[in-house]
């Protein structure tokens, strides 16, 4: 019996900016329908490796193989509308409504959605179908990041990457639309890769954790794994941060009259 391929496939990935080596050697396989967060300090190299998917950047060494195929030898338009990316600062384009918003991805190659395509994917959001018509503008900050989910899901992708998509956001804001993700990763049946800072955010949305320092992935551990101590110094430096928090909260409820 053979087994299949995995959807996502990081062999030997090197990315070098001149005398800087941003992604040092990393390989990783992501199964089907995994939640992966990807989570390391500012300057680890997580967002330059989750780009190397969509080829914003192309490896100086190695391959990304994305359902068995090297990514770079795909057409970019096919690609993208395969692999939806939902990116920090949303970059909505300012002038455009929503809708079209929405909609430049199947633009892109060849294919117009019908408003009851848009309507349908603003509801998937949670988000009144008649903001088909506003500008970026008129909305929120938590508004203007589901847009962009929508946005990426508007081509119906199998792989959903996500470069700190709620970094801007306001806590009670970012912690519903983080739920949001999660449950239209089940619904949909999507594969997704998140990157965050946030290792909380890490713990209580993936099913799988990798934690990247200075280039390297130096942890792949569960949630759970993580909580019990597992994925060495690195990665409980980060798990510290909520332990910590969770904690003082507690004492702080405790000392409540």
């Known amino acids: 019996m053979t087994t299949a391929p995995p959807l996502l496939q990081f062999d030997g990935v090197i990315c070098r900016f001149g005398e800087v080596t941003a992604v040092g050697g990393v390989n990783c396989s992501i199964a089907a329908g995994s939640f992966v967060a990807l989570v390391g300090a500012s300057g680890s190299g997580k967002s330059t490796l989750l780009k190397t998917v969509n080829t914003l950047v192309e490896p100086t060494e190695g391959r990304v193989l994305f359902a068995g195929e090297d990514v770079a030898s795909l057409k970019p338009a096919r690609l993208r509308r395969r692999v939806g990316y939902v990116f920090q600062g949303v970059g909505l384009f300012p002038h455009f409504p929503v809708a079209e918003n929405i909609a430049i991805g199947p633009r892109l190659a060849g294919e117009k959605l019908p408003p009851e395509r848009i309507a349908e994917l603003l509801a998937l959001v949670e988000l009144d179908p008649a903001m088909a018509t506003r500008k970026p503008d008129e909305l929120s900050g938590g508004q203007r990041q589901r847009v962009g989910v929508a946005r990426a899901l508007a081509g119906e992708p199998e792989l959903l990457i ?11 804001t970012r912690a519903a639309l983080g739920n949001k993700v999660r449950e239209l990763h089940e619904r949909l049946g999507l594969t997704t890769v998140m990157v965050t800072h946030d290792m909380a955010e890490a713990l209580l949305l993936a099913d799988r954790v990798l934690v990247m320092d200075a280039g390297a ?3 792949d551990a569960t949630p759970r794994e993580l909580l019990a101590g597992a994925g060495g110094a690195e990665a409980q430096a980060l798990v510290a ?3 910590e928090q969770a904690v003082r909260l507690a004492a702080m409820e405790a000392q409540r009259p």
């Open 162 to 172: 996500m470069d700190e998509p709620f970094g801007a956001l306001d806590p009670v």
């Open 217 to 219: 992935l130096v942890a």
């Open 241 to 243: 941060v909520p332990r």
